[in-house]
């Protein structure tokens, strides 16, 4: 989207380096070729910082609920791990208890 238009020094503007009287009311923006080029939009340099910070709680929480999923997949396959064992011992125990009673059986046969 094309940016609003004001005329030089009449704004405020916290990055002098970047914006000076020459801009022809437009703030330079870092990385402008690179973004067009890569699909990606940089930020304005006079972005509000209150939607930074946003963004940036936005990020560190999707990362904590990725984290937080993974590990709960995780848990969930220990679970199933684990039960799976116990499984596993009581068949087993089974068997070693039906052993004595096969062997009669084939006994008598």
Request: charged content about 15%; overall charge positive.
């Amino acid at each position: 989207p094309p940016r609003a238009r004001v005329a030089a020094g009449s704004h405020r503007c916290t990055r002098r380096a970047v914006c000076s009287p020459r801009v022809t009311g437009v703030h330079a923006m870092a990385g402008d070729v690179a973004g067009a080029e890569s699909g990606v939009v940089p930020l304005p340099l006079d972005y509000p910082a209150n939607l930074i910070y946003a963004q940036n709680m936005l990020a560190i929480s999707l990362s904590q609920l990725q984290r937080v999923e993974t590990q709960k997949v995780m848990l969930q396959l220990l679970l199933r791990e684990h039960s799976e064992h116990e499984k596993a011992q009581a068949t087993a125990a089974a068997i070693a208890a039906l052993e004595p009673a096969i062997a009669v059986l084939k006994g008598a046969a």
